[in-house]
């Protein structure tokens, strides 16, 4: 077979994939970038051409910039909590694989990532309840005051970021963990020979080895955390039950402009918005990742 025909066999094999792919990921990305340059309230059935309009009056929109704020804060705060801890998790976890109870570690820490979005959050919700949940308990022990976790909007942000980087750890900790264990061994009797301890070897082998494996975690971790959306609607319950009032997220802003307020258009545009942040934050970490490869 010539190489013009093995290519023709390879593209004719992959076609109905790319077809799919194309419908599936391509055409809905494609359809919001066209909706985000129209105005329409999801019954008409004329668009109005409208151009940039949206992404202007999304520059000024105190909602819209709120939820982008909190959103980036939960994000990176999330990020910030996992990938460290999940590291040191996953090494710990590597040095106790001679134990019976490492099967045991491993299983109770992806749990969380498996467990059900709405269950979860809704006992994360007791935890935090002022009067009967089971934290302000165990800080009076301390001599510490009771907090309305859920109805101080900063402290909601905090319980946000809590429950989600509790969600993500699982997830995080397994990851590390495949590329510790495949880490060579030989660098590690190199480090002990040269002196170097526990904490030295994970500081100077460990963590340098796993640069790429830290920027996969990392930018799955900040892609979900950009999309944070029911921990929000659930925990964030203002007084009167409405749900994320207390903690608007930019998901959430999303949804009440095209279902509540029927500004689909407008809630496309934050949704193009949403795509460059996370595609701008995707190239500045693989960029710093090739910098301190050269480095």
Request: charged share 10%; net charge positive; proline share 5%.
């Amino acid at each position: 077979m010539t190489a013009r025909g093995r290519w023709s066999f390879i593209l004719a094999a992959l076609l109905p994939t790319l077809a799919i792919y194309a419908w599936v990921r391509l055409y809905p990305i494609g359809d919001v970038l066209y909706l985000s340059l129209h105005e329409w309230n999801i019954i008409a059935k004329v668009r109005p051409f409208v151009g940039l309009e949206n992404f202007v009056e999304l520059s000024t929109d105190p909602l819209f910039l709120e939820a982008l704020r909190n959103t980036a804060i939960i994000a990176f705060g999330v990020l910030l909590v996992t990938i460290p801890l999940a590291m040191v998790l996953a090494a710990l976890i590597h040095a106790r694989t001679a134990s019976r109870l490492s099967g045991f570690y491993e299983t109770a820490i992806f749990l969380p990532h498996v467990v059900s979005l709405v269950p979860a959050a809704m006992a994360w919700k007791w935890i935090f309840d002022a009067r009967l949940g089971p934290l302000n308990a165990i800080l009076s022990v301390f001599g510490v005051q009771p907090k309305a976790w859920l109805f101080d909007p900063v402290l909601s942000i905090l319980c946000i970021v809590v429950l989600c980087a509790w969600q993500a750890l699982g997830f995080a900790v397994l990851i590390f963990l495949v590329g510790i264990k495949n880490l060579p061994v030989s660098l590690y009797e190199a480090a002990k020979l040269d002196g170097a301890g526990p904490v030295q070897s994970f500081f100077y082998v460990t963590v340098p080895l796993l640069k790429p494996i830290t920027l996969y975690v990392s930018v799955v971790t900040l892609v979900a955390g950009f999309n944070v959306y029911g921990q929000a609607f659930v925990l964030a319950s203002d007084a009167q039950g409405a749900p994320g009032n207390l903690v608007r997220v930019l998901v959430l802003d999303m949804l009440e402009n095209a279902f509540r307020n029927y500004r689909v258009g407008y809630a496309a545009a934050e949704a193009v918005v949403l795509l460059v942040v996370v595609l701008v934050l995707t190239a500045i970490q693989f960029g710093a990742l090739r910098e301190r490869g050269r480095a």
